[in-house]
């Protein structure tokens, strides 16, 4: 079974929550607290005039207090997860952890309260009251029938959603996954029979949505502690069960799942056997979503049976159907348009937009995340995994548009992809430096040749740059193999890419001709020029830029970039006048630094260096950032006096000289570079009027250590190194690189035609 390894131990997770700072969580704060303006500032007298504004108008409120994005997670305990009744406190583990799940996933700031009464109306006057404080109310683990009459109370009484995440957002993310399993076994929703064992919170949640999907009622059998929930039965009845008892014979789960299609468990651990497992129809969909521990555990069905699709609740098996892909990005999504309800069409908006999520193809950094399993739609990937980062986007913006277009969105959103962009710059940091390349790139599309068209990794990226609306992939490939490769990823319904075969192409003469003008006085025979345009690929692809068949490629997924770079030199040079070397950029929440040379000059002369200096900010400013070139060196304006600074202090004269038109200074160590505070009070001549944001590095070997060094340490996201200075737009990548990164190099490429 995959993930197995995965299995924590509870010695493990004893030892993750009373290590460091006890506990999962602690409260950060957004405003500078250094100094004593700062406090008049944010605390007393300063802190009176948000009071005041408030106060005349309640709804600024979400302009000056943290209101609009915090979700209260409030338990008292009387159903955590599987284990029952813990009481409030014990609870805390759980909703801490959700308070996180909020903050990691959807950048909500989720605030754990554990409330000590079992007393539905203590509950609910306490919850009632706390409404000025929150943005939303997250109810977790209630026990049933309370939680019904709670969230029901709390909704009628409060100006702010409140949602019950094991009812609701179980019953979303299930339903999801319901739809898709339905799907892959080839089943009609209307002749489907379900057992559902389980009939609390979160089972009568989902009988409710599966209904509203068209389920039929007579086929949905409800099964709790007493057996089969029947019309008729008064034992251990409530009016939320009776609103689903059905006519049947059937007394017992065993007796319910003879022949059932669908068995969703919302109970506890082992309550179904091999034996009831067995009993059910061909091709069963069972759902085990007890948590911890399933009612039955996916080994368990695989013995009797290998032809069911398994979800469960948990992280370390396939298919995890679990509300953690629900309750973030739907607050994020209600609190977005400060929506004044939770209601029904942005609960199925949601369970549409994650069945229709697990259909598209995966990214690459998602598989990384789960131990390289390759996630493709099937019957062990019935729904997105939670580490998707596509999710941030995909789920709030289909809330916030039903939520929208329900009417009850208080602060509709104007511009859908604009806010579509916000989601994504709220967990990816690139994004905001990258978004203005995309955009400019859609604008005006660009035909790419992806030079090693027969890798996976390319397919997916050119399908990815075609489906964003950057222009035209071309792959340079066998169309079979292309093909086949489409069919086996489970894409062979996509429209066909553009393929061109290096052997078979009709230019192929055109292009040995044009090499061989180029290659004829360095040793190269006519014949040598047009056996590489038959069999490199690189070469190939240089080709077609060269001679206007495409506007930019990219390559380095099967060659070193040593390797790789060869090949392009034979057939483009560096722009007359320009140097060619490889520009690193890490984008971190806070700031986006440039990083040169990390890719070819090992030791730069002062001139090179220069040179270096010049493209580069020219490149930090046509991605949108206004340069601050500070020249790298270990000693600061001459202090220490060294010799291996000497050509570093050299180029920054020479630099001053040329008198370009951006900011520059050094030689100057990297901690002054990037602390400006500290560089005006030990350098108060430097000429630089913020923290330096184009780093020339005065070796190779210095550049990419530093670089590496700053993305492990620096927690951001190194782009490139982006090849600077070819007379054609290319790129090639690391061996290593992810579809996305290509597709992210392929971006770069196609701005550079544009900007030529
Ligand atoms: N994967 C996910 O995302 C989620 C999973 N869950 C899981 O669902 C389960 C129920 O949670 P929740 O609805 O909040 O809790 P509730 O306390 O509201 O409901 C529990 C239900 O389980 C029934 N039950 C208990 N033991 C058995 C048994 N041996 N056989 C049949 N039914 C039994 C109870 O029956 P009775 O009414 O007779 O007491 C009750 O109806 C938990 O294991 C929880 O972890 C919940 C939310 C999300
Ligand atoms: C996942 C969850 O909320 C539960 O098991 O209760
Ligand atoms: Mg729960």
Redesign the pocket.
């Known amino acids: 079974m995959a993930g197995t390894d995965t299995r924590v131990t509870d010695e493990e997770a004893l030892l993750l929550h009373s290590s460091g700072r006890p506990g999962k969580l602690e409260v950060t704060p957004t405003k500078p607290m250094g100094t004593q303006r700062d406090l008049s500032l944010a605390y007393s007298p300063g802190v009176a005039a948000p009071c005041l504004r408030i106060h005349q108008d309640p709804s600024t409120a979400y302009d000056y207090t943290a209101k609009g994005n915090i979700v209260a997670v409030i338990s008292n305990g ?2 955590v ?4 009744d813990l009481g409030a406190l014990a609870s805390k583990p759980v909703m801490e952890g959700k308070a996180v799940l909020f903050k990691r996933f959807a950048d909500v700031d989720g605030l754990d309260l554990e409330v000590d009464t079992r007393d539905v109306d203590e509950f609910i006057n306490c919850v009632r009251f706390l409404g000025p404080s929150f943005g939303g109310i997250n109810l977790e ?5 309370d ?1 019904f009459i709670i969230e029901q109370r709390l909704r009628e009484i409060m100006d702010i959603p409140v949602f019950h ?3 609701h ?2 019953a979303i ?2 339903a999801a996954g319901l739809f898709n399993a339905l799907e892959l076994t080839g089943r009609d929703i209307q002749q489907s029979k379900m057992v559902i ?8 949640a989902c009988a409710e949505l599966f209904k509203a999907m068209g389920f039929p009622p007579a086929n949905i059998t409800l ?4 057996g089969v929930v029947w019309k008729g039965r008064t034992e ?1 009845m409530n009016q939320w ?1 009776s609103a689903h008892a059905v006519h049947t014979d059937a007394r017992t ?1 065993a007796d319910a799942m003879k022949g059932a299609d669908v068995f969703v ?5 082992g ?1 179904v056997t091999p034996d009831m497992v067995r009993s059910m129809a061909a091709n069963p969909i069972i759902f085990a ?4 521990d399933p009612e039955v555990t996916p080994e368990q069905v695989r013995e009797v049976r290998g032809d069911a699709i398994v979800a ?2 948990r992280s370390d098996y396939p298919n ?5 892909l629900g309750f973030p990005y739907i607050f994020r999504g209600a609190l977005d348009v400060r929506a004044s309800t939770i209601n029904d069409a942005m609960k199925i908006a949601a369970a549409k937009a994650l069945a229709a999520l697990a259909r598209e193809d995966v990214p690459d950094e998602v598989d990384a995340a789960y131990a390289g399993r390759r996630l493709r739609y099937g019957p062990e990937y019935i729904i997105p995994v939670p580490f998707d980062p596509r999710l941030i986007v995909t789920i709030p913006a289909a809330v916030a548009q039903a939520a929208m277009d329900s009417g009850v969105a208080r602060k509709p959103i104007v511009d859908m992809d604009a806010y579509r962009r916000s989601l994504r710059l709220r967990l990816d940091p690139t994004s905001d430096s990258l978004q203005l390349i995309f955009e400019k790139v859609k604008a005006a599309p660009k035909r790419v040749v992806f030079a090693e068209g027969e890798e996976e990794r390319a397919i997916r990226a050119a399908i990815a740059y075609r489906a964003a609306g950057f222009g035209t992939p071309i792959l340079v490939a066998r169309e079979e193999v292309v093909r086949e490769r489409m069919e086996a990823m489970g894409l062979a319904n996509l429209e066909p890419l553009e393929v061109w075969n290096a052997r078979l192409s009709r230019h192929n003469e055109r292009y040995g001709q044009f090499l061989y003008q180029r290659l004829q006085r360095r040793g190269h025979l006519f014949r040598d020029c047009q056996r590489m345009v038959n069999q490199n690929r690189n070469v190939f692809a240089a080709c077609m830029v060269a001679s206007g068949d495409a506007d930019a490629m990219v390559t380095g997924l099967t060659r070193s970039f040593s390797v790789s770079f060869e090949d392009i030199e034979r057939v483009i040079d560096p722009t007359p006048g320009h140097l060619v070397f490889g520009l690193s950029v890490l984008a971190t929440r806070a700031r986006t630094v440039f990083i040169a040379d990390t890719t070819v000059h090992e030791r730069p002369t002062s001139e090179q260096l220069v040179d270096i200096a010049i493209q580069a900010a020219r490149t930090a400013r046509q991605m949108g950032h206004e340069p601050r070139v500070a020249f790298l060196s270990f000693s600061n304006f001459g202090q220490p006096m060294r010799d291996r600074a000497a050509h570093v202090r050299d180029a920054v004269a020479l630099l001053g000289a040329r008198n370009p038109d951006f900011e520059f200074d050094g030689e100057m160590s990297a901690d002054v570079a990037l602390d400006h505070e500290l560089m005006k009070r030990l350098y108060p001549f430097c000429r630089l009027s913020g923290p330096a944001n184009v780093l020339i590095m005065p070796a190779l070997h210095a550049a990419n250590i530093g670089a590496k060094l700053l993305q492990k340490f620096g927690g951001g996201t190194l782009v490139g190194p982006l090849l600077i200075g070819t007379d054609k737009p290319v790129q090639v990548v690391q061996m290593g690189a992810t579809a996305n990164d290509l597709v992210t190099a392929a971006v770069m490429a196609a701005h550079d035609a544009m900007v030529r």
């Open positions: 009387t159903a997860l599987g284990l029952g683990d209630i026990k049933a029938p939680c995440d094991d009812q957002g179980t993310i299930a064992n389980g009939a609390g919170a979160a089972a009568i099964c709790d502690t007493k251990g069960k789960l468990g919302l109970s506890v651990k309550a979503l007890a948590n911890p469960t609740g995890q159907v679990n509300n953690v």
